[in-house]
């Protein structure tokens, strides 16, 4: 089964790399015979290899209109010229993915390039950061009631971050669902992409999708791999935040697990790019990212190019988070007998979402010193706190009128006793079914 190395590259995050190296040395004004020759490359990369024929001459006609009536000659700089390329093409096609780029450095790599090393050397130049941000995976965490959490903001080549894949599929292999957070991933990769998606189905491979290249008028397929060498969680329910920052690689990945109800996807629809993009050379100093490819889910025979993903709970982005969470302990609730972990855990969310208010009369009531003096409890600007004697104070987050959750102690509860409308003892209510009862003084 053969898989070509391909790029779904957010262009955005790549630009600001570009413009780097282009302010490190002044570069030369730019002439007019130069943006004639950068038009006419763009142009015939465009009719040689974008994906859609008739939206490849579409923005040709603009550029041959717009170079005609002089809209470009009052631009010298090379890299505004190149953004005011780019932005006028996106503009005829849609396509977020088109870029063009002024990077002499890439140019000159480019013509070097002759052996394996050069090329991933090339490759490595889209992707400068890669280990410094850890390969994309930012934060690997296990949430209160044993949910995993990933944020995972890139994809990587898996030459370089395969083995940190391995490290943080392992870490959570033990939890009982699990989070993505692609947020703030606006692509990269696809081969990481199949990487990432096997650990979610078993050894026998599953095709994520049809790329079809108009460049060659080929089509080769992408598969889930038959080897990985973590741990699979072919069971785990496993839910993926989303939202409009969403991308290209990471689109992918949300499409193929969606088609294959594989994942709950929450947040707000994606940024919607599709097509795989090459890097190419159009002259001494510019370069261009063409979109040359479709990639066709076999479930939709189709894409999410300029739709995006609808995401299964539509919420505000920055609710995601809380929402997903709690979707997945509710769905292991579903699942086994009752779990004190997984009843805490979420009690505390909705809690969060839907504070509980109790009378300022009654929290005050709670005040005063409990066990001779080892634990107080105090009211201060409509909050009730609780200390032990010569540690730290903590606030009490209500979950019902009486019963009180710590953020930073996840595995306590404080329950207060009240007779005849006065409080008598402070329970501690440990996670594992344990109570300590300290009598009030």
């Not at 190149?82 to 140019?107: C, G, Y």
């Not at 070097?112 to 490759?123: F, G, R």
């Not at 509710?330 to 109790?358: C, D, F, M």
């Not at 209500?398 to 009240?418: A, G, Q, R, S």
Request: aromatic residues 10%.
């Amino acid at each position: 089964m053969h898989r070509r190395i391909h790029f779904l590259i957010l262009i955005l995050a790549l630009l600001p790399f570009s413009l780097t190296l282009y302010a490190q040395k002044p570069a030369t004004e730019l002439m007019a015979a130069e943006k004639k020759l950068v038009i006419d490359s763009v142009s015939k990369k465009l009719k040689d290899i974008y994906i859609f024929p008739e939206v490849a001459q579409k923005m040709v006609t603009m550029l041959s209109a717009k170079y005609n009536n002089g809209d470009y000659d009052a631009i010298t700089d090379p890299a505004q010229y190149a953004s005011k390329l780019a932005m006028d093409l996106e503009n005829v096609s849609q396509d977020r993915h088109i870029n063009i780029t002024f990077d002499p450095a890439w140019v000159q790599a480019s013509k070097k390039a002759m052996t394996k090393k050069d090329s991933l050397d090339l490759a490595s130049r889209d992707f400068p950061n890669a280990r410094a941000d850890n390969f994309g995976f930012k934060t690997v965490n296990i949430l209160d009631g044993n949910i995993g959490y990933l944020n995972l903001t890139r994809f990587y080549d898996p030459a370089m971050g395969g083995e940190t894949v391995t490290s943080a599929m392992n870490f959570l292999a033990n939890t009982d669902a699990l989070i993505i957070d692609l947020r703030e991933n606006g692509g990269g990769r696809g081969d990481l992409v199949q990487l990432v998606a096997s650990y979610f189905f078993d050894s026998k491979p599953i095709m994520i999708a049809d790329v079809y290249s108009r460049e060659d008028n080929q089509h080769r397929q992408d598969w889930t791999l038959p080897y990985v060498s973590g741990r699979r969680m072919i069971d785990k329910p496993l839910y993926l935040l989303v939202g409009p920052a969403t991308f290209s690689a990471a689109e992918s990945l949300c499409y193929f697990l969606k088609n294959r109800k594989r994942a709950i996807l929450v947040g707000q629809v994606t940024g919607g790019g599709a097509h795989p993009v090459h890097h190419q050379m159009l002259t001494d100093r510019f370069t261009i990212f063409v979109p040359y490819a479709r990639s066709i889910d076999p479930v939709t025979n189709t894409d999410w190019e300029g739709t995006g993903i609808l995401p299964h709970i539509t919420v505000p982005e920055k609710e995601a988070m809380t929402v997903a969470h709690i979707a997945a302990l509710e769905g292991l609730l579903k699942g086994q007998a009752e779990n004190r972990s997984t009843t805490w855990a979420l009690a505390a969310l909705k809690a969060h979402i839907k504070p509980v208010i109790i009378p300022e009369a009654t929290l005050k009531s709670y005040t005063g010193s409990y066990a001779g003096g080892i634990r107080k409890l105090t009211y201060e600007k409509g909050e009730l706190y609780v200390q032990r004697s010569g540690e730290p104070k903590y606030k009490l987050i209500p979950l019902t009128v009486d019963t009180f959750h710590i953020l930073e102690i996840p595995y306590i509860h404080i329950k207060i006793n009240v007779e005849n409308g006065k409080s008598v003892s402070l329970v501690r209510r440990y996670r594992d079914g344990s109570n300590l009862k300290d009598s009030k003084d």
